[in-house]
């Protein structure tokens, strides 16, 4: 089984790491999640990230308390920035339909998630709820981000109107609209090398003819991923798959 992964602090991740320390603290709630929850002993193996693509590999060296363990590093890793990156645009979703894409989209390796009030979306984020409803996707990033091993954790960006998101597909290297009349599949689409792929997912009641109008005008082809409908909530989980082997990152 492969050693679980908790979050440090990323100043304190970086100025190690340039120092070439050989032990690092974990304390506060990540070590209390660690030695209470998971109950990690001296001996076991463990890895420290700053979820920015560092990383501290090593052994519990002591446990203290409650809260607090000390690693021993054995070797430190910097995963680079991937290529090209993946950026899924999701439509507000029902209930928690919203965190399981998120869950699903970060275990799979999307690299960006961008919240989006699509006219057609029942879910609308507004004021107290809309900040709580954020924060749940931005911890649900977090803490499946840990159980998929990852060093780099997706950003969750702030939620954005239509016209915000066209601008979002009008900078990307690729980009498109998940669509069940696409006229092309997107596992024959011809994708880049290098750059952003920007790829919006519409809410349960599909993409508006005036969004896809705006879309497509930023550069945003439809396309379809096979021939059956998958919902919102899944729809981005497979086109990330697709696209991550298509690209090679898979590989």
């Known amino acids: 089984m492969t050693a679980p992964v908790f979050l440090a602090d990323r100043d304190l991740l970086h100025r190690l790491r340039h120092e070439g320390a050989t032990a690092v603290a974990l304390e506060g709630p990540e070590g209390r999640h660690a030695v209470s929850v998971r109950r990690l002993r ?7 990230t700053d979820g920015a ?25 910097e995963e680079p920035e991937p290529r090209p ?55 649900t990033a977090r803490e499946a981000g840990k159980q998929a091993r990852r060093l780099r954790f997706p950003e969750v960006a702030g939620p954005m ?7 979002l597909l009008a900078d990307a290297a690729f980009a498109g609209v998940l669509h069940e009349e ?14 952003d792929i920007v790829l919006v997912v519409g ?34 989980t497979a086109a990330t798959a697709l696209l991550l082997g298509r690209t090679g990152r898979w590989s």
């Open 161 to 167: 109107t239509t016209r915000e998101v066209a601008g």
């Open 42 to 48: 001296v001996g076991e193996e463990v890895v420290l």
């Open 85 to 139: 990156r993946i950026t899924v645009v999701q439509a507000l979703p029902k209930g928690d339909r919203g965190e399981l894409a998120v869950e699903t989209m970060t275990e799979t390796g999307a690299d960006a998630i961008v919240p989006w009030a699509a006219a057609r979306c029942v879910t609308q984020w507004r004021g107290e709820r809309g900040t709580k409803a954020l924060t749940k996707w931005r911890t």
């Open 203 to 236: 809410p349960e009641g599909g993409v508006s003819p005036e969004e896809l109008a705006a879309f497509g005008e930023a550069g945003a082809k439809p396309y379809r991923l096979g021939p059956t409908v998958l919902r919102t909530s899944t729809a981005g």
């Open 53 to 77: 693509g560092t990383g501290a590999y090593g052994t519990v060296a002591a446990v203290e308390g409650k809260d607090r363990l000390d690693v021993a590093v054995s070797a430190w890793r």
């Open 182 to 195: 696409g006229g092309e599949p997107l596992a024959t689409a011809e994708l880049p090398a290098q750059g």
